[in-house]
């Protein structure tokens, strides 16, 4: 593993040094870590003035697959638009990276019980182990309950992680604890169809189908703000309708498979994984057509290949900008 790490992904390291102040106007470095507050409580009512005056961002909080991994969280990539964060995926491990996200950039929206929305590309549990995690963190501390999107099946799952957190909806409202929202922990379930799924101000959110192997239906997403256009594949094998959508887009999310690594694996492994999956070639031959600013590689399945190989696999067919994402990357 050739890569530095930053100080913050070194588990336990954060909850043991002491805030050096105001997060507002930090300015990231390396030593980040080092100044990040402990367990703080966030509440507002509104974005701030700067916030609603701050161009789109996106930040990668997971780039992992269902393989643990001690530095990929679960699939996760925040959109910033105008004081709200929009997480599409909450795969094992996003909030708490969207808590170092918070005050690594100064992004109040990213405070987990202050994100307002996630879009589930399909079910599998490296996209949402981490929803009743963002779900429930400080519920009692909500504006307003999360707003949930996904395939069929998303009801069932907000449906079983309200009973499972009844217990301590039930021991909190009978206590003498102050509840700003006694309706907090409510999860507002909606399923997706192909479409647009959310209009705000210049802000549009839309679902189109993907092939995801025998997961049905799958989506990926296109989002549009008045400064930025990206595309998030979710999880797809090689897509006609993604490519459309991905056509001059100044960011292109796209999951990956490494084809050196894929030959590593028995022929029906392989077989199953280009059914659901895009191969470095295959995602090379897109990129070469929609033509995207950048393309940013995320849930890359490596199956024992070192990791930057797969952007060699890719750039032997394709000229354009390509990056193989980490967690916690911001965009643009
Ligand atoms: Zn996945
Ligand atoms: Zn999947």
């Not at 182990?129 to 779900?135: P, R, W």
Request: charged share 25%; with cysteine.
């Amino acid at each position: 593993m050739g890569r530095l790490r930053p100080l913050a992904l070194i588990p336990g390291l954060i909850g043991v040094l002491v805030s050096a102040g105001n997060a507002l106007g930090q300015t990231p470095d390396e030593e980040f870590a080092i100044r990040l507050p402990s367990a703080r409580t966030e509440l507002r009512d509104a974005p701030s003035a700067s916030e609603l005056l701050a161009p789109t961002r996106v930040v990668v909080l997971g780039t992992g697959t269902p393989i643990p991994d001690a530095f990929r969280a679960g699939s996760s990539i925040a959109v910033i638009h105008k004081g709200e964060s929009y997480l599409f995926d909450a795969g094992a491990g996003a909030v708490r990276n969207a808590v170092v996200a918070r005050y690594k950039y100064d992004i109040p929206s990213l405070y987990p019980s202050l994100i307002c929305c996630v879009f589930f590309s399909h079910l599998h549990s490296d996209h949402t182990m981490d929803f009743s995690e963002l779900a429930h963190t400080m519920w009692w501390r909500r504006n307003a309950g999360l707003q949930a999107w996904g395939p069929q099946g998303i009801e069932r799952i907000a449906n079983g992680m309200r009973e499972v957190h009844l217990v301590d909806v039930d021991i909190r409202t009978e206590s003498l604890q102050p509840l700003r929202n006694p309706d907090g922990f409510r999860v507002a379930a909606q399923t997706i169809e192909p479409g647009i799924l959310l209009e705000k101000d210049d802000l549009v959110i839309e679902a189109f189908a993907v092939d995801h192997g025998a997961i049905r239906p799958a989506f990926g997403f296109k989002v549009t703000t008045d400064d930025l256009s990206l595309v998030i594949s979710g999880d797809t094998a090689y897509n006609e309708t993604l490519l459309e959508k991905a056509r001059g887009v100044d960011l292109l999310f796209h999951e990956v498979v490494s084809e050196e690594g894929l030959l590593r694996l028995p022929p029906d492994f392989q077989r199953i994984q280009k059914n659901s999956h895009t191969t470095s070639g295959e995602l090379a031959r897109l990129a070469d057509i929609a033509r995207p600013g950048l393309l940013v590689l995320y849930h890359g399945l490596f199956f024992g290949v070192e990791e930057g190989s797969v952007l060699d696999e890719i750039r032997a067919t394709y000229d354009g900008e390509v990056v193989l994402a980490d967690d916690l990357d911001v965009f643009p």
